[in-house]
C-alpha cells in the first residue's frame, strides 16, 4: 500500500470548501485546472470581512485596487497608492489562515519596467505577507512576470478591461470586439502565460472568446464579465454583498443587499438612542 507523504495529504481535493490546514498556494491552482474544479475569488480589504470569506472557504481573495473605488473614496482605481494596498493587505493575511491572498499592483508600481516591479512587489510579500500578486497589461508587462516568476513572486495577470487604463479607453469599454481585437487579447493571455503567470484575469471579454482563451491556455483564467466558460470567477465583494451604492456592472449579481441591512440596523440604534431605549439595564454596569 502507497504511503502519502505528509506534503501530500495536505494538497486540497479541492479549492473551495476545502479543510487542508495550510495556505493554498499556485500549485493547487493548477491542480485544480488540470481536474476542471471551477473556483470562486473575492475581493477583501480588511481583516474582518477577510476573515468571513476565509471561513466560507473562498480560497482565493484578492485585495484589489478597487479598494479605490469602494473604500478610500476615490473616483477610480488610478490614485492607489503602495502604500495603501500593502497596509489593507497586510490586514487581510492577518485575517485568514487558509486562503491565498492576492496583492494588486497599483498604477505607477510597475510601469517604469521589470526592476520597478520587482521592487514594488516583493515589498508586499515582505511587508504584507501576500502569496502573489496581480499586474494588469498582456504583452506590455510580459517582461515584468517573468522577472517577477523568476524572482520567486508568483503572477496573476489581468487582460481584457484594465481599469488602471481608464483614461487611455475613456471608459469602461467591453475589450476583445472585432476579429483584431480580439487577435491581440488572445496574443496578450498567451504572452503572460509564456512569461509564468499562474493565472490571467479576464475582465470585460465577450463570452466567446474568454472560452477560446479558456482553452487556449494552460494556466486558469479568472472571469469577471467574462462569462460561464472561465475557469474562475471574481467579483469585488461590496458589488456581490449589495453594499455598491447606485448602478452595479452588468456583470455582478448581488447575493445580498447589505446596504440597505446597515442602514437598517444605523437607524434602529439612533432611534433606541433618541428614544431613550438604549443602552437597557442588560447593557450597563453597576
Known amino acids: 500500500m502507497t504511503q502519502l507523504s505528509p506534503a ?3 494538497v486540497p481535493k479541492t479549492l473551495y470548501g476545502g479543510t487542508s490546514s495550510r495556505r493554498i498556494t499556485i500549485r493547487d491552482i493548477a491542480a485544480a485546472k488540470e481536474r476542471g474544479e471551477k473556483w470562486p475569488m473575492l475581493t477583501a480589504y480588511d481583516a474582518m470581512t477577510a476573515s468571513v470569506f476565509d471561513e466560507a472557504g473562498i480560497p482565493v481573495l484578492l485585495v484589489g485596487d478597487s479598494m479605490g473605488n469602494c473604500h478610500l473614496g476615490y473616483e ?9 494596498i500593502a497596509i489593507l493587505a497586510a490586514a ?3 485575517g485568514t489562515k487558509r486562503t491565498l491572498v492576492v496583492g494588486d ?3 505607477g508600481a510597475y510601469q517604469e519596467g521589470p526592476v520597478q516591479a520587482l521592487r514594488n512587489a516583493t515589498r508586499l510579500v515582505k ?3 501576500v502569496g502573489a500578486v496581480k499586474l494588469e497589461g498582456g504583452e506590455r508587462s510580459a517582461d515584468q512576470v517573468e522577472l517577477l516568476v523568476s524572482s520567486g513572486i508568483p503572477v496573476m495577470a489581468h487582460v481584457g478591461l484594465t481599469p488602471q487604463s481608464v483614461n487611455a479607453f475613456g471608459g469602461y469599454p467591453v475589450q476583445g470586439r472585432g476579429e483584431e481585437a480580439a487577435q491581440q487579447l488572445l496574443r496578450d493571455a498567451k504572452a503572460v502565460q509564456d512569461a509564468g503567470a499562474f493565472a490571467v484575469v479576464l475582465e470585460a471579454v465577450p463570452a466567446e472568446l474568454a472560452a477560446e482563451v479558456t ?3 494552460h494556466i486558469p483564467t479568472v472571469g469577471i464579465g467574462a462569462g460561464l466558460d472561465c475557469d474562475a470567477q471574481v467579483l469585488v465583494w461590496t458589488d456581490m454583498a449589495g453594499m455598491t451604492a447606485g448602478r452595479v456592472p452588468k456583470f455582478v449579481k448581488q447575493y445580498l443587499q447589505l446596504r440597505e441591512l446597515l442602514g437598517g440596523a444605523a437607524k434602529a440604534f439612533a432611534e433606541d438612542v433618541i428614544g431613550g431605549t438604549f443602552p437597557a439595564e442588560e447593557h450597563t454596569f453597576h
Not at 477610480?76 to 495603501?84: N, S
Open 215 to 217: 482553452r487556449s491556455l
Open 76 to 84: 477610480t482605481t488610478v490614485p492607489v497608492t503602495m502604500d495603501e
Open 92 to 94: 487581510v493575511v492577518r
Open 127 to 129: 511587508e504584507a505577507g
Open 105 to 107: 499592483l497599483p498604477f
Open 8 to 10: 501530500q495529504k495536505s
